[in-house]
C-alpha cells in the first residue's frame, strides 16, 4: 500500500473502518471508539465539550501535572470542578472519590488519569470505575499512557470515557488520539452545551458509520496505525500490559538494588517508573548522561519536579533488552557522578525478574 | 537524522523554531505564524475561539462547502452571522463586503475562503483585505488551498488570520494545520471569552517563543515539514504560486478546447479547476475513468455537485507532465463515453500555455 493515499477514495474507505473495528477490539469494549486527528490533549478537550454544560459540576481527581491539565479544561470550558489533590507521587484514593460523589450527588462526571506519567502513579481505576458507575456521573479516563500498559476492563468497570494517544503503547508518532464512549455518555452528550464543531464525537461517529472521518485525517498516520494495531492484535492487548508490567516491576527492583528510592511506591504505574536522583544529585545529569553518553531518551521530572526525579518508560515496543541496556547505563552514569555502585547489581535485578515471570511461565505451560 | 525523534529533547527544540521561521518566510508576513496539529478545519475553529465572544457579529463570504463550514462553525460557537450567500461556481463581491460591513458597522470579522475548494472559484482577496482593514473587523482567510497557489499579500492586503494546511502546497501529508495572526488579532483576542484550551493560540505563541508546541507535536510531520519548507524557500513561494496559476491557466484552455463548460469562469482559481461534465453524463464516471484505467486521482463534485462537475487540483508538487498526462486520459475517457475529442488537441492546448510562458521567459532573459 502507499504510504499516503487520498481520504476520499475507496482505497481509504476500505481502510478506515478496519482500523476503527480493530482499535475497538484492542479497547476491548463494545462501545464506540473514535479518532481524532490531535494530540491526546484534543481528546481530553473532547471528552469536557460533548458531554457537558458551562456550570456542570466535575469531581477532578488531581495527581500531577496531567492532573492540572483535567483543572485547566475544567476551567477554560468553565465547568464546576470539585478537585481532589494527591501529593506528587501519590494518588486520589477511591474512598475519597467515593465521598465527593456523596457530597456532591449533583456530579456529572468524574476525571482522572490511569497513570499519572509525571509521577509515575496509578489510580486505582478498576475501583473508581465502580464508585461511579452506581452514580449519574460519567467516569472519564485519561488512559493515553495506561491504555496497553495497565489492565482496563472499559465496560465491565463502568469506564464511559477512556482517552488514548498514538505515540504511547500504540507505538506510532504523535499525532492521533482515540476516545471510546459509552451509551451513557452518548445519552448525557444529548444535552451538553458546550459548544464544539472539531472535536463534535457525534458527528465523528456519524461518518465514522459510514467508513469516513468528519475532518480530513491523518492519512499516513491512519495507514501505520493499521499495521500497529495488526501486531497488537497478533501479540494481544493483554500480552502487551503483562510485558509493561513486568518491565516496571524489574525497573522498581533495579531501583531499589541500587539504593535508590521509588517516588511513587505506594501506587507504581506500569506505564513509567519515576525515580528519585540520589541525594545531592540533580537529576537532569542523569538525564543528560543517557543522551550524550549512550543517546538513551529518558525524561527528567516536570515543573517543580524537574532536577528531582527521573523517569523511564515501559510504553509499546519497550522491552527486556532496553532495560537490560538502560540500567547498565544507569549503573555507569552513578558510578561517573560518584555515587557508589556496584556494576551489574541493577541489570541482575531485572535479569530475576525476567527469568522469574520465564519459568513461572514454563511451569504454567507444562501444567 | 531520525524518522521520529521525542518532543521535549533539544534535537526537537532546535528543529521547531527553524520550522516556524521557515514557515514565516513562506507565508511573508512579520506576524506570528504558529502549528496546530490538526486538520485545517481545525485551524478555522481556532481563528473563531480566540477572537470572538459568543454573540459577536461576522461576516461571511459562503460561495460552497468551505463556505458552509464557516457558517456551521459560526452556528456551534453562537456567532451572530451575516452571510452573503453566493450561487456555486460564483464568488461573493467586494461591493457586497462592503456594504455588508456599511449596514453592520459592529461587525467583528470578515471570513471567507480564498480559493473555494469545492467549486474551484477564488475570492478577490485583496479587495476584500483591502476593505475590511479600513474597519474594527478581523479578515480571516481560509487559505487551505489558496497558500502556495495564488499570491497573498498578508500585511500588504490587511489579512489578520490566515489559514493553511500540510497536505495542499506544503506536499506533506495531512495532520498539520498553520495559522497566522497579526497585531490587530492578537488585540482582539485579548477580549475574546469564547472557551478554548487545545486550540489556545496564545499558549502555542508562548510555547513557541520557547521553541516548543504547546501540545505534544506531530514529530514525523515536522520533520517532512521542515524538507518542504526548506525545497519551497528553494524554489521560491512565488514560483510555487506561478506555477499553478499555469497549470490552472492550462487547464482551462485545454476544457475550453474539448468543448467542455468551466463551473467557475468568471473568479477561477489557480488551486483547483471545476469543469461541468459534458451534458446526459456523470462527473463520477469520469472520476472513475481516471481512476480505474489510469490510477489518477481527481475529485468528484460535493454535495449537490456530486456527478455535475469534475475537479483538478494544481497544488504543490503537480506540474505540466501530470497535466499533459491527466488531458490526454480526459480525452480518452470522453472518447469511450461517446463525447466526440480529437486526441491530442486538449493536450496541445496546454503545451501552448507551457511553451508561451517558457518563450516569455527567455524573452525576459535576453533582454
Known sequence: MASDIHHRTQDFIKLYPTVLRDLKEVFGTQGDVLITVSSGTGALEASITNFFSEGDKVVICCAGKFGERWVELAKAFRLNAVVLMAEYGSVVAPAAVEAALNENPDTKGVLFQASETSTGAAHDVKAIGEITKKTGALCIVDAITGLGTMPLDIDGWGLDIVVGGSQKAFMIPPGLAFISVSAKAWAQSASAKLPRLYFDLKKEKKMADKGESAWTPNVS??????????????????????????????TRAAALELGLELFAPDAPSSSVTAIKAPKGMDSSDIVKGFRNQFGSVIANGQGTMKGQIFRIAHLGYFDFPDLFAMVAELEIILHSKGIPVEFGKGVAAVQRVYAEAVSAKEVAAVK
Not at 498516520?221 to 495488526?230: D, F, G, V
Not at 502487551?240 to 518491565?247: I, K
Open 221 to 250: 498516520h491512519i495507514l501505520a496505525l493499521a499495521e500497529a494495531l495488526k501486531y497488537i492484535k497478533e501479540l494481544g492487548m493483554d500480552k502487551l500490559v503483562e510485558n509493561a508490567q513486568l518491565l516496571a516491576k524489574a
